[in-house]
Every structure is written in C-alpha cells, then in structure tokens.
C-alpha cells in the first residue's frame, strides 16, 4: 500500500538536545511537507520541498532543519534553537508541479514533548 | 501572501440535520485549488472533498457538499445528514495552481460537534 510514514509516533526530548523526525513517502510524490499542529492554531508550514535537493522555508522555519537528498525521505529536525518545541507535527506529501489532483497526502503524525 | 480563515472555532450539530462551516481565504491568484480536510480524534488527516477555482459547479462528495463563491473569496462545507462519525477538526486549505512554489495553506480549523 502507498502512503506516508512518520515515526516515531511519540517522541521525547531533553532540553538543549537536537532530535529528528522521520518522514518517508512512496507514493512517488515530488513536493513534501512538514506542518506543526497546537491546539488553537490549525496546521502551520514549518518547510516545503518542491523537489530533491530543494526546500524552502515556511511560515515558522526558525529552530527547525530539513533536507531532501531523496525524493521518498524528508527528515525535519528539531534543534535546541527551538524554544517551544513541544507539538505535533505532521508531514505531508503531494504530487507536485504539472499534476492536476493537488491534494496533500498526510502521515500519522509525531507528537514531541520536552521532558 | 495567502491566507485562510475559518471564523467558527466551534460548532454542533445534531444527528442527521444539516449544518455549515464557513471558510473565506485572500489570493490575488486566479487559478488555485480549495480543499476542505477532516482530522477525527486519531488526529490522521483526511480529504473530505477538492474544489478547482476555474470550476464554476460546486464539488459534491456523498454527503459533503460546497459552496463555493469565488469573487467573494469564500468556501463553505456543507454537511448533510450527519452522522456520529462526522465529529472531528475541519480544515479549510489553499494551493495556488500553478506558478511557483505551491505550498498549502491552511485555516484554524472548526471542531464540529454531533449530537446524538
């Protein structure tokens, strides 16, 4: 079955560590996403890739870093620059440029807490 | 910059009666893509229905429909029927259609209530 992986599903942090949150797609999609949820404030962008080798900065980037050295993987981490970190955090994926079914296909989710 | 806006942070309904989310959104792009998204409590998001700006008939899924009114930027969901089922978050989402970097967007979200 094709779809998006996230892992792990729970995640815990001590203050000052970096920590990475993994997301895998095979549904051979070209641009992936990474969202944090609060309670209250809906699905912010945190970075988007359009393509490997490429991403781009969302709406709350800060504290956060991505790579895209394959188009299946696109691991967010978490850095100790994050001062709120706890949340969850979705990752997302959808087929790109040139396709016509634009929708975003979601992982399960992490939730990160700082202990 | 695009934006999205869900005005309802919470609603209910009761078991099988109708009810409307409304969603309004800011875009100086003419061709884009609305979509409206469910997150029950397992917290997996899920597509409820898709709606293309250059389609003028409005998108029908089961018993998901919308309304969709482009020059007042506005896309509500509306609900019939509903079911026990249909408690969850509502998400209203944006893409532009082309051109660019393509992220989405996303509303605030409406915590819909079923009655029993």
């Known amino acids: 079955d094709g779809g998006i992986t996230q892992s792990p599903k729970y995640l815990f942090r001590k203050e000052g560590q970096n920590v990475t949150l993994s997301c895998e797609q095979n549904?051979?999609?070209?641009?992936m996403y990474w969202y944090r949820q609060d309670p209250g404030q809906g699905l912010r962008l945190i970075y988007y890739s359009q393509i490997v080798n490429d991403f781009q900065k969302g709406d709350i980037a800060e504290g956060y870093s991505v790579s895209r050295e394959k188009k299946e993987s696109f691991p967010l981490t978490v850095t100790s620059a994050q001062k709120n970190p706890t949340a969850f955090y979705l990752c997302a994926s959808s087929i790109g440029l040139g396709g016509r079914r634009t929708e975003a296909f979601f992982g399960q989710g992490t939730r990160l807490t700082v202990v | 910059a695009q934006t999205v806006t869900q005005s309802q942070p919470e609603m209910s309904v009761q078991e099988a009666e109708t009810v409307t989310l409304s969603c309004t959104y800011d875009?100086?792009?003419?061709?884009?893509?609305l979509f409206w998204y469910k997150q029950p409590p397992s917290r997996q998001m899920i597509l409820v229905i898709r709606?293309?700006?250059?389609?003028?008939q409005n998108a029908t899924e089961n018993r998901f429909s919308v309304n969709f009114q482009k020059a007042a930027k506005s896309f509500s969901l509306k609900i019939s029927d509903s079911q026990l089922g249909d408690a969850a978050m509502y998400f209203c989402a944006y893409r532009r259609g082309s051109g660019g970097y393509q992220k989405v967007t996303f509303g605030t979200g409406t915590k819909l209530q079923v009655i029993p």
């Open positions: 875009t100086s792009e003419s061709d884009y893509y």
């Open positions: 549904l051979n999609h070209d641009a």
């Open positions: 709606q293309e700006a250059y389609k003028q």
